[in-house]
């Protein structure tokens, strides 16, 4: 069955430091690649996705991810994290050959400390 | 412009009620989906609607699970006879039309609905 692994269950870290949220997806077909976020008492948000092309996706308030097909792979990073950073983050995949449905990661818990 | 709305942001049922949540898709969006999302898990899928049509509902979890959209934008999903495990947030999204099945957009989700089945 297609599935999303977030490694990380809960992250915490200090302003400033560097983020790598990993992503693993189980699927061999061609995929669309999502991140999405959910801050404190707010509703899921787009952060940045993935159709083709630059395997680098650049998305909002400085947050990229690096399509690795090789590894089935689809990281999140951010050089330098805020306390705003503070949220729920969801990798979620797209089969190509099933486009009518997200499967979504766990989620993982970013607790940034001031 | 709006984003997704969905109605009521929260629902208290007693074990066996019915209950019928809404959700109002972005203007113009034609595809439709519905997601469940438990406690400290990622939203699961539950069904999806291309306008009217209802093209995908193999994450309903039973069939007292109903979900219809009988105009092509508002759409109801409704839960009959609920049960205790039937309580978690329900996750309405929209995106722009999808050309030949492949996506062409991601999902734009909505608040979400939170149920409590006493």
């Known amino acids: 069955a297609q599935s999303v692994s977030q490694h990380n269950h809960h992250v915490i870290l200090s302003e400033a430091a560097s983020l790598e949220l990993g992503c693993n997806y189980s699927?061999?077909?061609?995929?669309?690649l999502f991140w999405y976020v959910q801050y404190p008492g707010q509703h899921l948000q787009l952060l940045l996705k993935y159709f083709s092309g630059d395997p680098l996706v650049k998305g909002i308030k400085g947050f990229e991810a690096e399509f690795i097909k090789s590894k089935f792979s689809f990281n999140l990073r951010k050089p330098s994290v805020q306390w705003s950073d503070t949220a729920e983050y969801f990798c979620a995949v797209t089969p190509y050959s099933s486009a009518s449905k997200i499967i979504f990661g766990s989620g993982t818990r970013l607790s940034i400390r001031p | 412009g709006a984003g997704v709305s969905q109605s009521p942001r929260y629902k208290v049922a007693k074990r066996g009620q019915d209950v019928a949540l809404r959700c109002d898709p972005i203007?113009?969006?034609?595809?439709l989906f519905w997601y469940q999302q438990a406690l400290g898990q990622g939203p699961e899928f539950l069904t999806y609607f291309q306008n009217e049509a209802q093209l995908d509902k193999s994450g309903l979890p039973s069939d007292r699970f109903f979900a219809e959209r009988p105009e092509g934008s508002v759409s109801t999903l409704k839960i009959q006879r609920t049960q205790q495990e039937d309580s978690a947030v329900y996750l309405c999204?929209?995106?722009?039309?999808?050309?030949?099945?492949?996506?062409?957009?991601?999902?734009?989700f909505g608040p979400g609905t939170r149920l409590t089945v006493l």
């Open positions: 999204a929209s995106s722009y039309p999808v050309a030949s099945g492949a996506l062409t957009d991601a999902q734009y």
């Open positions: 699927y061999g077909g061609t995929v669309n």
């Open positions: 203007s113009g969006h034609v595809s």
